[in-house]
C-alpha cells in the first residue's frame, strides 16, 4: 500500500509503496506533459537517447552490463498516453536484498540507476552524440509506421484519430514520420531541457522498504538535488475536463487492409458535464461489456457466435466508451446491430440486478487484487496522481457498492454515438 | 507425501498423488489472499493419434480438438455456463491449451470455495451437445481469424513446418476452419474419456493454505468417472533432419519479421541444465550486451533485443531467435559467422559468470507471484522436470558444459529460416 506521498521539490513528487510479498522492487518515473502535435515525435524520441547513454555509464553497453549485473534487473521505457498528456515512462524492477547472497543493496542501486537515466543524460556541448542519435530516429521511425502490425490496435488508434484529429488524446503518441527529420542533436537537447524543466515528475517506488531510508536516498541523489522547483505544464485528467456536445452526424468510417479478421471499434461519448460519474461509468461499462458476464460477451459471442474477443473499455479522462470486436467482415450489419441492442437495452432498464451484481462483484474483485500485483498498484497510484483523486481502493470499493439501478439507466442515457470504425478486407 | 523446497526463492512445495491417481500439488503462501489453482492435463495439440488400449481401436482426432474440448467443458447441463459462475462469484476464470497440455485455472480474492466447488465440478463432467458444439464453431472460427492477423504466429507456424514433417507441432493449436468442422459431441466424449483421467492430470493449488486442509477439500470435491478409457498415444517417429530451409509469407506490416530455429535432438535426463546452456549461450551470442547486437544495433539492422527461447517437450526440441529487420538474410548470416567464431574461440569467463547472475535473476523473478509459482509448475511437471532445479543448476553450470551443448545444437544444416515480409 502506498505509505507515503511527497514533494520533494515543487512539482516533483515521489510515492513510496510498501510491499513485502514480492521478491522485487520497481522503481519507476514518469514525466507528464501537454499532448501536442508540435512537440509529441520529439518527445517519444527522447526515451530512445535516454535509454542509450548517460555521462557516467557512457554507452548502451555500458548500461547493459550494468542491468545484467544487477541479477538482470529488467529496464524498460516508453511512451504512454493518459487523457491529453503524453507520459514518458521509465521502469526497473530488480529483486530484493532477500534473495542475493550479499548484501547488494539493491533498492538503492536501482533507484539510482534510474535516476541516472532520466535526470544524468549524456549531453555534451548542448547536444546528444550524432550518430546515437541517427539510430534512433530510425528506431523511432520504425515504432510509427510498425503501428499498422497489431491490427486490433490499429484500429483502435484510427477510430480514435477519427473522434479527436490530430491534437491532444487523437495523437498518435509516439508521434509523425515527417517530423523526425526536423530534428536535430542540438534541438533535442533542447526539447530535453525544457521537458525536464517543466514536466511532472512522478517517482512511484515499490517493494519492501521497511528498514531502508528510501527518503534519504532520493534527497541525497545528485540527480534530484540538480532538477528545479517548477509549476508543472500537464493536463489535469478527471471527468470534468471534457465537456461534448452531440455530434451532428455519426462518423462511419471504413478502411480497407489485407486483414482476415475485420475489427470494429465504435466510439461513444458521454455527454455529461457531471464531475463524479467515473463510477457508475465502471459499472455501466462492466454491464456492457467488460467480463464474459457482460452483454456483449453474451450475446455477440455467446448467443451469436459472432466473435471470440468483445469487449468494452471506459476512458475516463476524455469521458467516452469505447466498443471493439473481431468479426467475420460479413457480419457487420448483424454485429453492429446486436451492439446497438445491447445499448438500448440498458438504456430501458431492461437488464436485472443479477447483472448490476455480477458488475459489481466483477470490478470489485479486480480492485481487491491490486495490492498484490506490484504492477497494477503503481498503475493505479498513477491514475489517481494524474487526476488528482485521493480515493484509497476501499473507497472505490464503497463507491461502486452504491451504485443504483437508476443511476446506470441515466448514465446510459448519456450515451451519444461519435464514431464507427471497421478496418475491413473489401 | 513428497515435498520440494527451494531455499533460493523460499518456495516449498508439498505433493501428493490422491488414490484415484491425480496428483495434487499445493504451495501455501502465507498471508497473501489471493489464491491460484490450476488444474492441467496432459493432452495438447500433438495428442491428435492414439490407441485406446481396451479395444486395440486406433484413433485419429481431427486438429484442433484439444482446445475445442477446452472451450466447451465450461457447458454444464443445468444450462449454465461455468466461466459465467465463476465469474459472477467475483473470480477471474480462464483455461488455455498448448501443444502438450490444457488448463483450468481460476484466481480468487473472496468465495474461494464456492468457486472451487464449481471449477472442480465443471472439469469433471462434460456435457457436450450437438447445439452446443455447433454454437462455439464461429467463436473459435473467429479466434482462428485472430491469430491469422497476428505476423508472430503466422512467424512461428512456418519455422515449425520447415522443421518438422510428422510432428504435430506443426499444426496449429486452434486447427482451421476445415478440421474443427469435423469436430462434434462424440469426438469430444472420446477424448474426455481417454485424457482426462486423474492420472493424466494435475491440479494446483497456491494460496494461504493448510496442506492437509486443503488435501481434504479436494478429495470432497472429486467425482468418479466411469467412462475412463486407458489409452496409448501414438507420436510419428520424426526424421532428424529439417524438412525445409526457408519459409516466406506477406502481410500488410511495416517491416520485415524474422525467425531462426534449430531442430534438436529430443532428449531426456538434463534437460534443466541444457536449457540452461542455451538460455546462457544465446545471451552470449546475441544477447544486448553481446559483441553482435552492439554491432547489428549500431548498423541499423535490429532495433530491439532479439527474443529468444528453448522449446521441448518429450517430443520436439528446438531453439528460437526472433527479431524484425529490413535485412533479414544479412543478420542471420552474421549469427552464422558469429556462431562459427565462438565455435573457435570459446565463451569468455567473466561474461559467462555475468550472464549466470543475470538469468539467475530472472528466475527469481519468475517466481514473483502465485500464478508464475503454480504456472511454473504445472507446465515443468509435464515434462518431468522439478521448476527449483533451475536456481539451483543455474549457479553451478559450468562452461564446458555451455560448449559443448553449443557445438551440438547450433548446427547449420538443422537451422530454418521463417520470415513475414510487407506486401508491396
Not at chain 1, 544524468?120 to 528506431?139: A, C, P, R, S, V
Not at chain 2, 472460427?141 to 518438422?164: R, S, V
Amino acid at each position: 500500500m502506498l505509505v507515503d506521498s511527497f514533494e520533494i521539490k515543487s512539482g516533483i513528487k515521489a510515492h513510496l509503496i510498501q510491499n513485502d510479498i514480492f521478491k522485487t522492487n520497481i522503481a519507476c518515473v514518469l514525466l507528464t506533459t501537454p499532448l501536442k502535435r508540435e512537440t509529441v515525435t520529439q518527445n517519444a524520441l527522447l526515451p530512445f537517447l535516454l535509454r542509450s547513454g548517460t555521462k557516467n555509464l557512457k554507452t548502451q553497453l555500458e548500461i547493459n552490463k550494468k542491468l545484467e549485473e544487477m541479477y538482470g534487473a529488467s529496464f524498460d521505457c516508453g511512451i504512454d498516453k493518459m487523457g491529453d498528456n503524453q507520459v514518458l515512462k521509465f521502469y526497473i524492477e530488480s529483486i530484493n536484498d532477500n534473495f542475493v547472497g550479499e548484501k547488494d543493496e539493491m533498492l538503492k542501486q536501482t533507484t539510482n540507476f534510474i535516476l541516472e537515466i532520466v535526470f544524468n543524460t549524456l549531453i555534451e556541448n548542448g547536444q546528444f552524440n550524432e550518430d546515437i542519435l541517427n539510430i534512433e530516429k530510425q528506431n523511432l521511425r520504425q515504432v510509427i509506421e510498425s503501428k499498422i502490425d497489431d491490427k486490433d490496435i490499429y484500429a483502435f488508434e484510427n477510430c480514435i484519430n477519427s473522434m479527436y484529429g490530430d491534437k491532444g488524446f487523437g495523437l498518435y503518441k509516439y508521434g509523425f514520420t515527417e517530423d523526425i527529420s526536423k530534428i536535430s542533436a542540438k534541438s533535442l537537447a533542447d526539447s530535453y531541457i525544457e521537458l525536464i524543466n517543466n514536466c511532472k515528475i512522478d517517482i512511484f517506488i515499490s517493494g519492501d522498504l521497511k528498514n531502508i531510508d528510501i527518503k534519504g536516498i532520493l534527497e541525497n541523489n545528485e540527480n534530484i538535488k540538480k532538477l528545479i522547483a517548477r509549476k508543472p505544464n500537464y493536463i489535469l485528467n478527471n471527468e470534468s475536463t471534457e465537456s461534448k456536445q452531440k455530434v451532428e452526424n455519426i462518423q462511419e468510417k471504413r478502411e480497407i487492409l489485407d486483414v482476415a479478421q475485420g475489427k470494429l471499434v465504435i466510439g461513444l461519448d458521454i455527454l455529461s458535464k457531471q464531475k463524479d460519474i467515473g463510477i457508475v461509468a465502471l459499472v455501466y461499462n462492466a454491464i456492457l461489456g467488460d467480463g464474459v458476464n457482460s452483454m456483449l460477451f453474451q450475446n455477440v459471442r455467446e448467443k451469436a457466435s459472432l466473435a471470440y474477443s468483445t469487449k468494452s473499455k471506459y476512458v475516463k479522462q476524455k469521458a467516452n466508451i469505447f466498443i471493439r470486436c473481431g468479426i467475420e467482415v460479413d457480419n457487420y450489419q448483424k454485429a453492429l446491430d446486436i451492439i446497438k441492442e445491447q445499448l438500448d437495452n440498458i438504456k430501458n432498464g431492461n437488464f436485472t440486478e443479477e447483472d448490476i451484481s455480477n458488475a459489481k462483484c466483477y470490478l470489485i474483485s479486480g480492485i481487491k487484487a491490486i495490492e498484490e500485483e506490484q504492477d497494477s498498484e503503481i498503475v493505479f497510484y498513477i491514475g489517481n496522481e494524474i487526476s488528482n483523486i485521493n480515493m484509497t481502493l476501499k473507497q472505490y470499493i464503497d463507491v461502486i457498492q452504491n451504485i443504483t439501478k437508476e443511476e446506470i439507466i441515466e448514465f446510459a442515457n448519456l450515451l451519444e454515438y461519435n464514431t464507427i470504425y471497421f478496418l475491413s478486407n473489401k | 507425501m513428497q515435498t520440494i523446497e527451494s531455499s533460493k526463492v523460499k518456495e516449498k512445495i508439498y505433493i501428493e498423488k490422491l488414490e484415484n491417481g491425480l496428483t495434487v500439488a499445493v504451495i501455501p503462501k502465507k498471508e497473501i489472499c489471493k489464491k491460484y489453482v490450476i488444474w492441467g492435463t496432459e493432452f495438447g495439440s500433438i495428442d491428435n493419434n492414439f490407441k485406446l488400449t481396451k479395444t486395440d481401436q486406433i484413433v485419429k482426432v481431427p486438429d484442433g480438438i484439444a482446445h475445442y474440448l477446452e472451450h466447451k467443458l465450461f457447458e454444464q447441463e443445468n444450462g449454465k455456463n461455468s466461466l459465467d459462475v465463476l465469474s459472477s462469484l467475483g473470480v477471474d476464470a480462464n483455461a488455455y491449451t498448448t501443444n502438450n497440455h490444457t488448463a483450468y485455472l481460476f484466481e480468487a480474492t473472496d468465495n474461494f470455495y464456492e468457486a472451487l466447488d464449481e471449477f472442480m465440478d465443471y472439469v469433471q463432467s462434460p456435457y457436450f451437445t450437438d447445439e452446443n458444439v455447433e454454437k462455439e464453431r464461429g467463436i473459435i472460427g473467429q479466434e482462428i481469424m485472430m491469430y491469422d492477423d497476428y505476423p508472430d504466429w503466422k512467424l512461428y507456424m512456418n519455422a515449425m513446418k520447415c522443421m518438422y514433417k510428422d510432428n504435430p507441432i506443426n499444426i496449429d493449436v486452434a486447427g482451421t476452419k476445415e478440421t474443427i468442422a469435423q469436430i462434434d459431441k462424440e469426438k469430444l466424449y472420446t477424448i474426455y474419456n481417454a485424457f482426462y483421467r486423474p492420472d493424466n492430470q494435475v491440479l494446483v493449488l497456491c494460496g494461504d493454505f493448510e496442506v492437509d486442509n486443503i488435501l481434504e477439500e479436494v478429495k470432497k470435491r472429486l467425482k468418479p468417472n466411469h467412462n475412463k478409457q486407458e489409452v496409448q498415444r501414438i507420436y510419428p517417429k520424426e526424421q532428424e533432419e529439417i524438412v525445409e530451409k526457408y519459409k516466406e509469407a506477406k502481410m500488410d506490416i511495416s517491416k520485415p519479421l524474422f525467425l531462426i530455429a534449430y531442430k534438436d535432438k529430443v532428449e531426456t535426463g538434463e534437460m534443466v541444465k541444457k536449457d540452461l546452456a542455451i538460455e546462457c549461450i544465446c545471451n552470449m551470442l546475441i544477447g544486448k550486451s553481446s559483441n553482435l547486437y552492439q554491432k547489428l544495433y549500431k548498423e541499423g539492422l535490429i532495433s530491439e533485443e532479439f527474443g529468444y527461447n528453448y522449446e521441448f517437450s518429450k517430443t520436439y526440441a528446438h531453439i528460437l531467435i526472433q527479431n524484425t529487420s529490413n535485412n533479414p538474410q544479412k543478420v542471420a548470416e552474421e549469427i552464422s559467422k558469429e556462431i562459427e567464431n565462438y565455435n573457435q574461440t570459446g565463451f569468455n569467463n567473466e561474461e559467462f559468470e555475468r550472464i549466470k547472475k543475470k538469468i539467475y535473476g530472472e528466475y527469481v523473478k519468475s517466481y514473483n507471484d502465485i500464478s508464475s509459482i503454480s504456472n511454473n509448475f504445472l507446465s515443468d511437471y509435464f515434462k518431468e522436470i522439478n521448476s527449483f532445479e533451475f536456481l539451483e543448476e543455474i549457479l553451478v553450470l559450468d562452461k564446458d558444459y555451455v560448449e559443448k551443448v553449443f557445438k551440438e545444437v547450433f548446427v547449420e544444416d538443422r537451422k530454418v529460416i521463417s520470415v513475414v515480409l510487407p506486401n508491396e
